[in-house]
């Protein structure tokens, strides 16, 4: 089958499994994934499937991505910050659809690939860096939109005060593998609104830089 043909059937399954916006769809699409993964697996690209990246981090299963991205509710206003940039396939897809994107990373050899993948592709709206994404960007802060993309065993403090007022977070939450759940985090004036949207299984976030 040929990459082109595999993209449809996954764009088809992501269809099927309850992805309905047409921007999440249409960047999904023109990312080639198989960019974004090592040569032993580049046969596995567009199966809905995770994938491992180094450094026990993955490359997330598409519907995960697609579902992430859809529950920010994004528009091509928004600034927005992602906790985990890993190998920059989910920060593309999050700049094809808002105003400006700020990713974190905390190993240095991911961030560094990230980094070349989003000037290969001439992303323009990517501002990345090394760091504890635990911490958030407080000097950007606020953020209309932020999203976590490693397991906490609760939102962590930092990147809650760092959202705007109005503004929705969306973040795997739980310590044990089998009992996360990706969360809506939406905050108001008084607080903060938290949704369940679908059970989950993410590696962990850690703070602080490797050692």
């Given at each position: 089958?040929?990459?082109?043909?595999?993209?449809?059937?996954?764009?088809?399954?992501?269809r099927r499994q309850g992805i309905t916006d047409t921007s999440v769809l249409a960047a999904i699409e023109t990312i080639p994934r198989e960019n974004f993964v090592s040569e032993s697996f580049q046969d596995q690209a567009y199966d809905n499937i995770a994938l491992p990246i180094g450094y026990s981090q993955t490359l997330s299963q598409p519907y995960i991505v697609a579902l992430?991205?859809?529950?920010?509710?994004?528009?091509?206003?928004?600034?927005?910050?992602?906790?985990?940039?890993?190998?920059?396939?989910?920060?593309?897809?999050?700049?094809?659809?808002?105003?400006?994107?700020?990713?974190?990373?905390?190993?240095?050899?991911?961030?560094?690939?990230?980094?070349?993948?989003?000037?290969?592709?001439?992303?323009?709206?990517?501002?990345?860096?090394?760091?504890?994404?635990?911490?958030?960007?407080?000097?950007?802060?606020?953020?209309?939109?932020?999203?976590?993309?490693?397991?906490?065993?609760?939102?962590?403090?930092?990147?809650?005060?760092?959202?705007?007022?109005?503004?929705?977070?969306?973040?795997?939450?739980?310590?044990?593998?089998?009992?996360?759940?990706?969360?809506?985090?939406?905050?108001?004036?008084?607080?903060?609104?938290?949704?369940?949207?679908?059970?989950?299984?993410?590696?962990?976030?850690?703070?602080?830089?490797?050692?």
């Amino acid at each position: 089958m040929s990459i082109h043909a595999e993209k449809i059937r996954l764009l088809m399954e992501l269809r099927r499994q309850g992805i309905t916006d047409t921007s999440v769809l249409a960047a999904i699409e023109t990312i080639p994934r198989e960019n974004f993964v090592s040569e032993s697996f580049q046969d596995q690209a567009y199966d809905n499937i995770a994938l491992p990246i180094g450094y026990s981090q993955t490359l997330s299963q598409p519907y995960i991505v697609a579902l992430m991205s859809e529950a920010l509710q994004l528009s091509d206003r928004m600034k927005v910050l992602e906790v985990g940039t890993g190998s920059g396939y989910q920060a593309l897809v999050l700049a094809k659809l808002c105003r400006r994107l700020y990713t974190i990373e905390r190993y240095k050899p991911l961030f560094e690939q990230a980094e070349q993948r989003f000037h290969d592709f001439r992303q323009s709206n990517i501002v990345c860096r090394c760091g504890d994404g635990t911490l958030g960007w407080p000097e950007q802060a606020p953020f209309d939109r932020i999203m976590i993309t490693a397991a906490a065993a609760d939102v962590p403090p930092e990147l809650a005060d760092q959202l705007a007022i109005g503004g929705v977070m969306v973040a795997p939450i739980g310590e044990d593998t089998s009992a996360q759940w990706l969360i809506r985090v939406t905050r108001t004036e008084s607080g903060f609104n938290v949704e369940e949207l679908e059970k989950v299984r993410f590696v962990p976030l850690i703070p602080g830089l490797p050692e």
